[in-house]
Nanobody, 116 residues
């Protein structure tokens, strides 16, 4: 059984930082493309950042230079370091794992609220 468990969300002031974690079980993250998505109320779920098994990364334009995705293969965990947070970053953040010819796996989500 595959499980992706996110943690690290919370309330932070504008300009602050948070690090989200996604602990995986049932899959080996090093062979998957791991991604972080977010969904704000009334909006669609959008890709924030992704890291392929080959080490390539890509980011949404809105977070480039502020967010960094990384993985710790020994811990089977993926991280999203978020700096210089803005109110528009407020959303539920979801961890995703996917690879060709396999289904997408999703975590339950963690709330990030950026507000003064």
């Amino acid at each position: 059984q595959v499980q992706l468990v996110e943690s690290g969300g919370g309330l932070v002031q504008p300009g602050g930082s948070l690090t989200l974690s996604c602990a995986a079980s049932g899959i080996i993250v090093s062979i998957y493309t791991m991604g972080w998505y977010r969904q704000a109320p009334g909006k669609q779920r959008d890709l924030v950042a992704a890291a392929t098994s080959g080490g390539s990364t890509n980011y949404a334009n809105s977070v480039k230079g502020r967010f960094t995705i990384s993985r710790d293969n020994a811990k089977n965990t993926v991280y999203l370091q978020m700096n210089s947070l803005k109110p528009e970053d407020t959303a539920v953040y979801y961890c995703n794992a996917n690879r060709p010819n396999d289904i997408h796996y999703w975590g339950q989500g963690t709330q990030v609220t950026v507000s003064s």
